[in-house]
């Protein structure tokens, strides 16, 4: 089965964002659990660049 590479990742290669990859489906659902591959053809959640970078907060005297 083909997957859509949406999290750079090391398999038998180094496979990055965009890549396609052809694996079992069921040695690689743990990737598909975490949001690193999907299905070719399905609509993913493009992945945030950064998780940990947060808009600046408002300050409260304004």
Same mark, same amino acid.
């Given at each position: &089965?083909?997957? *859509?590479?949406?999290?750079?990742?090391?398999?038998?290669? &180094?496979? &990055?964002?965009?890549? $396609?990859?052809?694996?079992?489906?069921?040695?690689?659902?743990?990737?598909?659990?975490?949001? $690193?591959?999907?299905?070719?053809?399905? *609509?993913?959640?493009?992945?945030?660049?950064? *998780?940990?970078?947060?808009?600046?907060? *408002?300050?409260?005297?304004?």
């Amino acid at each position: &089965m083909k997957f *859509k590479v949406l999290r750079q990742h090391l398999g038998d290669k &180094m496979y &990055m964002p965009g890549d $396609v990859r052809e694996a079992d489906q069921h040695e690689v659902a743990h990737l598909v659990d975490r949001g $690193v591959l999907a299905p070719e053809g399905a *609509k993913a959640d493009t992945p945030k660049a950064n *998780k940990a970078e947060k808009a600046a907060p *408002k300050n409260k005297a304004e």
